[in-house]
């Protein structure tokens, strides 16, 4: 059978909705999907002045923008609500304040047309996006990394998830947010450093790899943004200033470190799995995964360990509604039929792993 899912997400600062196309056979979804339409209102503006996400703005800017989100939706995939079959929404973990708007959004909009309505774990979503874009099989090795998340799993099927290591502090994003605050770049730092890094030296300011050498998938990011901020302010001492060269050198310097850690931590996770020739699959998906340099350290890791890697098209590396509408898709698969959804803002995808990272800049994270 097909099914007509409507994907949103409102968990951080991006309004999302998506219309996906999913095939569900005897055995679960038969992917890929087809993505009718995604649309991503961004929050750029509303957060600058601040230099991270804030809450209340963005939970308000949720409410307001959920609606024109999904008309573009709607609109861009040229199907009316009633060809619909099923909503799915993010209902965490995230900022609670924005998971309740599309909560409560997503409620009246099932409601109002008589249709059933699956509550999404972003994280899943993030997860399961190589089975959207390219029909990956089970089991795969995933590393989601992004603002709020950094995670070794292992999706050993669809709803069935081992957590092999994380980030014990910071998330790489929020250390790359950090790094661009630190040197007077923009937000998200991800990118601008990235842009800035591409003319730098990376061994001028040699910065630290923490718990590199430490058996297991765990990683620390806070660490590294300490030395960087000391790297600066060294510059800054004996220059008077920093100079372009310094900031690009800072932030190739910056980028190198956290592309050996989740290098050296990839190929250790995908080495503990022990996995068979001919069934290693490794996958990344969150924002950093976007980073260029990154990805090829990630790819000539999976190269020596064996592993294909599935890289999903940057757009839907960041946060999106294809993401959650697909997870949808997977979720009735597998023959939740959608109830009663509460907003969840701690919801590990390994619900027996302990919890690793705390609440940060951008909410509870799990
Ligand atoms: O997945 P995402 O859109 O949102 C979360 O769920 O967190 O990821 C956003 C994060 C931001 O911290 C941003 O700085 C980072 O991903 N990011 C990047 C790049 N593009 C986005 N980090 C490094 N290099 C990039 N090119
Ligand atoms: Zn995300």
Known sequence: MELLVLGLESSCDDTAAALVRARIGAGGTEG???ILSSVVLGQEGLHDAFGGVVPEIAARAHAERLDLAVERALGEARVSLSCVDLIGVTAGPG???????GVMFAKGLAAGAGLPLIGVNHLEGHALTPRLTEGLAAPYLLLLVSGGHCQFIE???PGRYRRLGGSIDDAPGEAFDKAAKLLGLGYPGGPEVERTATEGDEARFPLPRPLIDRP????SFSGLKTALLRARDLAVEREGGLTARDRADLCAGFQAAVRDLLAAKARAAMDSLGWPEGERRFAVAGGVAANGPIRAALAAAAEEEGFTLSAPPLRLCTDNGAMIAWAAAE???????GGEISARPRWPLDETAAPMLGGGRKGPRA
């Open 32 to 34: 890929p999907g087809e």
């Open 331 to 337: 979720r009735w698969a597998l023959g939740e039929r």
């Open 95 to 101: 900022l609670i304040g924005g998971v309740l708007s």
């Open 155 to 157: 999706v050993a099927a």
């Open 216 to 219: 297991g998938a765990d990683m």
